[in-house]
């Protein structure tokens, strides 16, 4: 495959080595992806037992399969294959990944996937804030070329729906304009996504790259297709990070690298362009998961907003600086006018960020001490 000449030449800068090692290794096939761990740390439940139940039994098992990673994650495939004690694992059975998908299906029936917290019944057609019913609907997957010279080529998988009502989204028409109607033909199941990442790693895909829309309302079905999936290749999360504290711990420990959004550094910003509520917090909570319990390899997106510096480019870097350890953070600079904005509501948005705007938010993260020109 033709590769950008960055993205072979990034892997002989320290920073990258520092901050992706585990995987670097994985999509080299040298050590095995977090799912395919969960399915082989076994975890005896009741499928009939309550959501609370299970989420007590989930939490308190994560801290051994936390365990369970270290032990294991510096074994080549073959070693972890061959050590007797994981020959005798049942992997078909009950394991870790089963309980968190049999948790997931129980909760879509009074869905809080993401901070809105609708509760409504998915499994019943009632239909929250991101307009997904119990199915997955997959809009395209390709190799992209087009990200961050890491993760290139990637294997990328853009699901219909979204949890946050951008009003400059740029894929709009596959996060916020469509109606269930389109998705006809488009429904995947578990089985269905399994093929698909199958045939990306066909494809030479340095990962698997679950993105929209927004990932978060089809969670069920892709770990479900990953409970179907034997492929070593590293398995990414590229969100806006908006998910419930539940379900973040849910999946906290089963992606390798994650692409989390960073785009408001306050509440306000928040309602007003995505119409969320309490972004902020939650984004500071869910962050600080993937470092405390996650794999804790991330590239940081941040999109600078024109006329945004102040109250959320600043205040993000620092927060950044003050409690992350591994960030590396891709400061862009593709925002546009789009969808909502330019029809004279959103004024002091309708304009691309200015250079001295850009060059103000690369000095600031230099300043501060930031990683951002390999990812940039
Ligand atoms: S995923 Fe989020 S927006 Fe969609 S129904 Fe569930 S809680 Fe609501």
């Known amino acids: 495959m033709f590769l950008r000449r960055d993205a072979v030449e990034v892997w002989s800068n320290t920073e990258l080595d520092e901050r992706l090692i585990k995987y670097q290794q994985i999509f080299k096939k040298r050590i095995l992806p977090r799912y395919i761990l969960a399915k082989n740390f076994k975890v005896k439940f009741d499928v009939n037992n309550s959501i609370t139940e299970l989420l007590e039994l989930h939490n308190e098992k994560s801290e051994g399969f936390r365990l369970f990673v270290s032990q294991n994650q510096e074994k080549t495939p073959e070693e972890f294959y061959s050590s007797k004690e994981n020959n005798q694992i049942e992997t078909s059975g009950q394991n870790y990944l089963r309980l968190k998908v049999e948790l997931l299906k129980k909760m879509i029936k009074n869905c809080e996937f993401c901070e809105n917290k609708c509760h409504v019944d998915r499994t019943k057609g009632e239909l929250g804030r991101c307009k997904v019913n119990d199915k997955a609907y997959v809009a395209s997957a390709f190799t992209h070329l087009g990200e961050e010279s890491p993760i290139v080529p990637s294997g990328t998988i ?36 399994s093929l698909i990442i199958s045939d990306m790693v066909k494809q030479k895909v340095r990962n698997i790259n679950f993105v929209g829309g927004e990932p978060t309302p089809n969670l069920h079905i892709i770990l479900e297709a990953m409970e179907l999936s034997t492929e070593i290749i590293p398995m990414l999360w590229n969100s806006n990070m908006y998910l419930s504290e539940k379900a973040m711990k849910i999946i906290v420990d089963i992606f390798d690298i994650w692409l989390p959004d960073m785009k408001y550094g306050n509440n306000k910003c928040a309602e007003k362009y995505s119409k969320v509520q309490n972004y902020w917090p939650t984004l500071k909570r ?91």
């Open 158 to 193: 853009f699901f219909y729906g979204c949890t946050m009502k951008c009003v400059f989204c740029q894929n709009y028409d596959i996060s916020q304009e469509y109606s269930l109607n389109s998705f006809r033909g488009r429904e995947t199941s578990p089985y269905g996504l």
């Open 286 to 376: 869910n962050m600080k998961m993937i470092e405390s319990l996650g794999s804790g390899e991330y590239i940081i997106r941040h999109l600078v907003m024109p006329n945004h510096l102040e109250c959320c480019s600043f205040p993000i870097l620092e927060w950044v600086k003050e409690n992350l350890k591994t960030s590396l953070v891709n400061i862009m600079g593709q925002y546009r006018p789009m969808y909502k904005v330019g029809i004279g509501k959103y004024d002091e948005i309708n304009r691309r960020p200015v250079s001295v705007e850009m060059r103000q938010v690369k000095d600031y993260a230099d300043n501060l001490g930031l990683r951002w020109r390999s990812v940039s």
